[in-house]
């Protein structure tokens, strides 16, 4: 039995084959983050906890702190938002239940905007999630981190097509297609391949992998490119065609491809030039209107309306827009408002 097989990379696998070679009845079991590079090897992923096991844990590491700490009616909906922020990872569910010496769990799971702050350890020897995962990157080539880093710019996961189109790696030396710099993070445990419904795989990150990520795009420097390339990307999905397909006899489909990126479009909504945002939030829309909540739907056209440099054009259109949402929520009033006199928003219209 190996463990943590990944410090000794380039060592460990022509070790193993030697072994093996030798001694043909021997069988290996080995933990880490990389492949043996063997054949054969059988590689078995090893997930997050389930739900009940990563409250379970949570609890039993809270009773060490606070021996009266229990789950109840009143804070099992808590308990399951923060260890689902927590990615259901042992080490950080341990980490977090170290803090409620301090913390309540409503205020942990404020707090997880600076996770890395809070999951690590009060003494020098125990590891933290940061140094967890500064250990991942380390293992990286540079194309890899690179393609890492931008990647965390994706919400809600991402295609193989959307990578090619946002992730820029051609710069940095010996960079491989974008579909084995895909799959050399998913056998480092930094991206997982969703198991698809369709034809099309996509890919995701955990939450605190995301985050790491996220603060070492900050640190290259290179977010407003990978942002811009993002925005263009699914701007497309709101273009005048594409939402005119989605009328044709394969609309149904169409839609359902479109829903699984709700997420992304509402992030270029975030972040995204006039233009980008406007066709994001018709395609948005689209989805909300068919799928609900049409809610959210007002907040989006309302959010896309307070952009600045908005065109006469891309403004009477969400306000259009708006109009419609509102009624669907059953807001006549306010809809009548926005027909009648358009939204006022701290843009101004372009």
């Known amino acids: 039995i190996l463990d943590n097989v990944e410090q000794l990379d380039g060592v460990i696998g022509p070790l193993c084959r030697t072994w093996l070679a030798d001694c043909t009845d021997l069988t290996l079991l ?8 063997l054949d054969p090897e059988v590689v078995v992923p090893v997930h997050p906890l389930s739900t009940l096991g990563a409250v379970e844990l949570f609890v039993r590491r809270a009773q060490n702190v606070d021996p009266r700490f229990d789950v109840t009616p009143q804070n099992w909906e808590q308990l399951c938002t923060l260890v689902g922020a927590l990615d259901r990872l042992p080490l950080a569910l341990e980490l977090a239940a170290a803090r409620l010496a301090t913390f309540t769990v409503a205020e942990l799971t404020v707090r997880l905007t600076e996770r890395f702050r809070l999951l690590r350890p009060r003494t020098q020897n125990g590891r933290s999630l940061e140094g967890a995962l500064d250990w991942s990157w380390e293992l990286l080539e540079p194309w890899a981190r690179s393609a ?13 097509e959307a990578a090619e189109a946002v992730l820029a790696v051609d710069d940095t030396p010996d960079a491989p297609p974008m579909f084995d710099v895909l799959e050399t993070l998913v056998e480092s445990s930094l991206l997982r391949r969703d198991r698809p419904d369709t034809a099309t795989a996509r890919y995701s990150m ?5 985050a790491y990520a996220s603060n070492r795009l900050d640190e290259a420097d ?3 490119g990978v942002a811009a390339r993002h925005s263009a990307h699914y701007a497309q999905l709101g273009s005048a065609e594409a939402l005119r397909m989605l009328n044709s006899s394969s ?3 169409r839609l359902t491809v479109l829903s699984r990126e709700l997420d992304n ?15 994001c939030t018709l395609a948005a829309l689209r989805v909300l209107r068919a799928k609900g909540p049409m809610t959210v739907g007002v907040d989006l056209a309302r959010q896309a309306l307070a952009k600045r440099g908005l065109t006469r054009t891309q403004q009477a259109g969400l306000e259009n827009e708006l109009g419609k949402a509102l009624r669907v929520c059953g807001r006549m009033e306010e809809a009548r408002a926005v027909m009648m006199g ?3 928003t701290p843009g101004g219209r372009g």
């Open 148 to 160: 890492l880093a931008q990647a965390s710019i994706f919400r809600g996961g991402f295609t193989l």
């Open 206 to 210: 955990l939450l605190s992998v995301q």
């Open 265 to 279: 479009l509402i992030a270029v909504i975030e972040h995204g030039d006039p233009e980008t945002t406007f066709s």
């Open 342 to 344: 358009g939204a006022p």
């Open 222 to 224: 290179s977010g407003a």
């Open 30 to 37: 080995s933990t880490g983050r990389t492949r043996l590079g």
């Open 251 to 253: 609309g149904a489909e």
